[in-house]
């Protein structure tokens, strides 16, 4: 008896230790109808982790539309697939790498576009352009600047290599990041509709092909890492973070495209996440097949690789591709001249298992759909924080008047979050590919499409710091700020995908915070009609107990059928006027002002009318198409006066205005509020802006005139502030070469 | 009139060469691959950027010791035009087609920006159309563009006219603020003796667009075109 009692013990604790819970193990039982050997618990512990299954976020994200007449593919493949018209689609997709560059930056941030990178070809889409989404802790300490500095060589060190160009971005910096900062990384494709290939493992008697880089040790249950939170021991998990090799996947990229353009291939998909179980039981199970492999075929790195290391390794660059046998040849021919090594592992079956065999010997044998969809949907308890109330319960109007107004702008330009992030976007090669009409510093990137004569844009946007405050306006607040800098390059928002960076969700105050933000995402993205396409959701972004602030990011992509139509953010010409687009609310609530000024992190945010919000990206579109006006700049943090002040810096010239009477100073200068935008446009268009504002039913006030070397703001007959633009350009322009030397 | 673009595994440029080439200057225009041996029938050979062989061991070293590079070198040897952009430019000096090395920026950090140059020497085929003096304004995104030469070779190449391109600011001061990566003399290209293969970090090909920030780098294959067809090209500018 104690022998046996023994045995369990030790069994049990396999399971626990592969992260899953009893009852989880008592449902593979009953899924497989008996007790999984060592490999197969391998294989459904990390399908099951919550990085592949999404078991706690599933029932929730059923809430998001996800359908428009212009999708093709929506959440569930790859990467979600938007009509464009002529014949072409739009591909993108966002995906966190959070846990892995916590502990190695350089390798985490590099992996992470890699991995998003071959979500997009995976699908047959040229791969155009990388945007990211960054948070970390406040760069005053050595670890802070290392993870920061890291992360950004990473990412350029794998996009500049392939020959993508990174092209929009946001980088936030709060110290709720300190042990756990955020990367992720979004990648835009274009494709031919026909070249469409999905990740299935269609047609019985079919071949399974294993190509790219050889299997090592790298990465061995990183899904796993990436679901639990990180602590003391992950420094211990370094080995979960996988390498990349930019060069091996630029490669692999021109390899698969080519194989698909030349219909090669039935079915396609990446090994990422999980590996190779990953790709063979998802492949399967999408596809209703079978499949049985042989797994010494599998070229290794290095010898004596166990079968459950082989199946969940994550070394990165490896495509599998399910091939109608009369194709192999030319295949082969293709990644012969790629240098690209290629084997054949087994077939597709009948049936639904998916047999693994090791040098004849069957190792695992389990049904697809068990592995790949048979993980547990939670629906875990929620609970309003505490914290909520109490922090809504501020008012901002108390606080003293600012003494002198200019030095506040110049201290808020030279903010964190606000100042220039030339010095990361210098490391990213923005413009290979000769498509960037507009890259890093605007409202939106624009990239040309050779193919079509129009153009795509793209923005990456979510503010973690009202989402803290009022996680279901957060959610809203994500969805249409990065729509609406779409509307502001003068595209039309075609879909979004998403990254949910969240606390543990088992905590209810954690899930109550992830559950509020996408009610809220849903909302706009209804009200605004713009599907989900597809996204991630990263749970666990908590070191010691201390979570993140709960961060929604929304990567925006818009079509614009003219691409000479798009306008940048800097004002262009002495003496244009310069106009207010939108409603008047705003609130000094959670604004940069401030966390920056007063260095507080309370208040009630300005909320959103979506209705209006919808009105005032169909008004700004209307003015890109009517070429009305010369520049569009949409009002984020720092509100009027930091995009009156980026205005300035990105034309290079200063201007004048004068504000309508205030009541409260800071508010109308540094209120934020969504649903605004400030636009410049020559004198002789006044009239029919704000008659088209009329019609779209937008206020609008003219405010003031573009031109001489500084920004002077007056205010009832009182100048307000007069600062000069080279003032500005220190303030805005010098803080990170500074601090980052 | 035909361009050759080469391809070697990781060169990521290519497409920027071969769309300028064939959608702006209306030339025609090959890629060819890094394992071919023959470059009968074209006027000029350009090596796009990238980032051959991953720059593993040296950037360019493992791409100048493919098949295609002995048929360069052949094909220089005759008088055929070579243009090196960036990571080709560093692909010819590992293949001992220019004198000189490409090490690691300054700042130990990619730098992708728009910079200024000067045009040095406008005897050459690349530079005919344009004039010495002329400030040029293109993008330069490496990471290793140092150009670097021991004391006398700089000398001698300053003497022989094979400083092609120098980075300078606006007004064409070759200031240390004008120089993105601690190039040594602010060199940004340069060329052989005989002036027929000429290499540089800044991507003209990238600046032939007005959509695209900048036109100026369209003179270089103007210069290469008008050399080709044989035309006399009177020092204007």
Not at chain 1, 58 to 86: W, Y
Not at chain 1, 227 to 249: I, N
Not at chain 1, 357 to 366: D, K, L, P, Q
Not at chain 2, 118 to 144: C, F, I, Q, Y
Request: with cysteine; charged share 20%; aromatic share 8%.
């Amino acid at each position: 008896m104690p022998e046996q009692q023994d045995g369990k013990d030790k069994q049990a604790r396999i399971w626990r230790k592969l992260g899953l819970k009893d009852f989880e193990y008592e449902m593979i039982l009953e899924q497989l109808g008996r007790e999984p050997n060592p490999v197969e618990l391998n294989m459904y512990s990390v399908m099951w982790s919550e990085h592949c299954s999404y078991k706690h976020s599933r029932s929730t994200l059923k809430l998001f539309p996800t359908a428009s007449p212009r999708v093709v593919q929506g959440p569930g493949e790859n990467a979600g697939v938007v009509d464009i018209g002529d014949g072409f689609a739009a591909v993108f997709k966002i995906e966190s790498h959070n846990h892995p560059s916590a502990v190695e930056p350089y390798q985490g941030a590099a992996t992470g576009v890699g991995g998003i990178l071959r979500d997009i070809y995976t699908m047959g889409a040229q791969p155009i352009a990388f945007l990211n989404s960054l948070r970390f802790a406040p760069p005053d300490t050595d670890r802070a600047r290392y993870l920061f500095e890291g992360v950004v060589a990473g990412i350029g060190g794998y996009g500049n290599c392939v020959g993508i160009p990174t092209v929009a971005g946001e980088v936030y910096f709060e110290p709720c990041y300190r042990g756990n900062p955020l990367v992720n990384a979004m990648c835009v494709g274009i494709m031919p509709l026909e070249n469409l290939v999905l990740g299935q493992a269609c047609g019985e008697g079919n071949l399974v092909v294993l190509a790219g880089a050889r299997t090592g040790r790298d990465g061995m249950h990183g899904v796993t890492f990436a679901s639990e939170e990180l602590s003391e021991q992950s420094e211990k998990d370094r080995p979960a973070v996988q390498v990349g090799d930019p060069f091996l996947g630029k490669l692999l990229i021109d390899a698969t495209l080519e194989a698909v353009k030349n219909k090669l291939v039935v079915g396609v998909q990446d090994l990422g996440g999980a590996g190779l179980t990953c790709a063979l039981t998802e492949t399967a199970s999408r596809a209703g097949t079978g499949l049985e492999v042989d797994l010494e075929k599998v070229p290794l790195r290095e010898e004596g690789l166990q079968p459950f290391e082989i199946l969940t390794s994550e070394s990165q660059e490896r495509m599998l591709f399910i091939v109608e046998p009369e194709h192999l040849p030319a295949l082969e021919e293709i990644f012969r001249h790629w240098q690209l090594p290629l084997t054949v592992l087994g077939r597709v079956t009948g049936g639904d298992m998916v047999t693994v065999r090791f040098h004849g010997e069957v190792v695992a044998e389990v049904p697809a759909e068990s592995v790949a969809g048979g993980a547990p949907a939670y629906d875990p308890e929620s609970k309003e924080p505490g914290y909520i109330r109490q922090l809504a319960a501020f008012d901002p109007l108390t606080l003293p008047p600012v003494g002198d107004p200019g030095q506040a702008l110049l201290d808020v330009l030279s903010s964190n979050d606000i100042a220039s992030k030339e010095w990361v976007w210098q490391q990213y090669d923005y413009m290979v590919r000769t498509c960037t009409l507009q890259g890093p510093g605007g409202d939106a990137a624009v990239l040309r499409l050779r193919e079509t004569g129009k153009a795509l844009a793209a923005a990456v946007d979510g503010n973690g710091r009202l989402t803290y405050l009022d996680p279901y306006l957060g959610g809203m607040l994500a969805v249409a700020e990065a729509t609406r800098n779409v509307s502001c390059s003068g595209a039309e928002p075609i879909g979004i995908t998403d990254c949910l960076n969240f606390g543990n969700p088992e905590k209810p105050e954690a899930f109550w915070q992830f559950r509020r933000a996408v009610e809220g995402m849903a909302e706009a993205c209804r009200v605004l009609e713009v599907p989900v396409v597809g996204g991630n959701v990263s749970f666990y972004n908590e070191v010691e107990d201390e979570a993140i602030y709960p961060t929604p990011v929304v990567g925006a992509v818009g079509l614009l059928e003219e691409a000479e139509r798009h306008c940048g953010t800097g004002f262009c010409r002495e003496d244009e006027v310069i106009c207010l687009l939108g409603p008047q609310q705003v609130s000094l609530g959670g604004s940069q002002f401030l966390k920056v000024y007063h260095g507080k992190v309370a208040g009630k945010p300005a909320g959103i009318d979506l209705a209006m919000e919808k009105k005032v990206q169909v008004l700004l579109r209307g003015l890109a198409a009517g070429r009305l006006v010369s520049s569009v700049h949409d009002l984020s943090d720092g509100g009027l006066a930091v995009a009156l002040a980026e205005s300035c810096l990105n034309g290079e010239v200063g201007a004048r205005l004068e504000l309508p009477a205030a009541d409260h100073l800071a508010l109308d200068l540094f209120g934020e509020g969504p649903s605004r935008a400030i636009v410049s446009l020559p004198e002789e268009n006044l009239d029919r802006v704000l008659s088209t504002a009329a019609e779209c039913d937008v206020r609008v006030i003219e405010l003031g005139r573009v031109g001489g070397d500084s920004l002077e703001i007056h205010c009832s007959g009182r100048r307000v502030f007069k600062v000069g633009l080279v003032e500005m350009k220190k303030a805005y322009g010098e803080v990170f070469p500074w601090i980052m030397k | 009139m035909k361009f050759g673009v080469i391809v070697f595994p990781g060169s990521n440029c290519d497409l920027d060469a071969y769309y300028l080439v064939r959608d702006v200057l209306r030339e025609e225009v090959e890629y060819v691959g890094y394992d071919q041996n023959n470059l009968t029938g074209f006027d000029v050979i350009i090596l796009p950027g990238g980032f051959t062989y991953g720059d593993y061991l040296r950037s360019g070293a493992l791409a100048s010791r493919t098949q295609v590079m002995e048929a360069v070198a052949g094909f220089a040897d005759t008088g055929g035009l070579v243009l090196g952009i960036c990571n080709g430019f560093q692909v010819l000096t590992e293949a001992g087609l220019l004198p000189g090395a490409l090490c690691r920026n300054d700042s130990l950090q990619f730098r992708c920006r728009q910079v200024y140059v000067r045009v040095e020497n406008s005897s050459l085929p690349v530079t005919k159309r344009t004039a010495e003096g002329k400030v040029l304004k293109m993008p330069v995104a490496h990471g290793d563009g140092s150009f670097y030469a021991p004391p006398d070779l700089l000398q001698e190449l300053e003497n022989r006219g094979q400083v092609v391109f120098r980075y300078v600011d606006e007004a064409g001061l070759a200031t240390v603020d004008a120089n993105p990566n601690g190039s040594s003399d602010n060199i940004a290209g340069i060329a052989n003796r005989r002036g027929n293969v000429v290499g540089l970090m800044p991507h003209p090909e990238r600046a032939g667009e007005k959509a695209l920030g900048s036109t100026d780098g369209l003179v270089l294959f103007e210069s290469l075109i008008g050399f080709c067809r044989g035309r006399e090209v009177p020092d204007n500018a």
